[in-house]
């Protein structure tokens, strides 16, 4: 994954309705901003308009972003995307998005989105307890064609 020194900013996809996703949009506008970034919901009626075709993309499993140079990046490349824009994170995100941590951070981003609701419950919602005893009765993932489902 190449991410270039220099960036005018970045479009983030996103599924509103997800704890887990609201809480990284929440963590990421809090950070030194190496660059320019837009988080826009899928679900937002102007999501559409802003980027014609988003749909196809399938933003609904998972995360979708645009650069100001017009690259396209989904999964786990977008969440590091996403940490690249953080001032302090950069060298974290190049690091993540090289040839020995990508396959890492493609591998977490399949298992997590498809416990994604599950989890956003159970962190955003619970208690230490609560979220112990969940995890715990929580199956393996499932991967095929690239998206994981539970067993």
Request: charged content about 20%; some cysteine; hydrophobic content about 40%.
């Given at each position: ?50 980027f014609p075709g988003l749909g196809t993309l399938d933003p609904a499993r998972e995360m979708v972003v645009r650069t100001s140079e017009g690259g396209i ?59 112990r005893e969940e995890l715990h009765r929580m199956g393996t993932a499932e991967c095929e064609d690239g998206f994981c489902v539970m067993k």
């Open positions: 994954m190449n991410l270039p020194k220099q960036i005018k900013g970045i479009e983030v996809f996103y599924d509103g309705r997800c704890g887990m996703c609201c809480s990284f949009h929440e963590w990421i506008n809090r950070q030194p901003r190496a660059f320019g970034i837009e988080f826009i919901p899928y679900q937002a009626a102007h999501a559409e308009r802003v990046f989904r999964g786990a490349e977008a969440w590091v995307w996403c940490l690249y824009s953080c001032a302090n994170y950069q060298t974290a995100a190049r690091r993540l998005g090289g040839p020995g941590l990508l396959p890492v951070a493609i591998h977490a981003c399949r298992v997590l989105p498809a416990n994604r609701h599950a989890l956003s419950k159970v962190f955003f919602r619970s208690k230490d307890r609560k979220v």
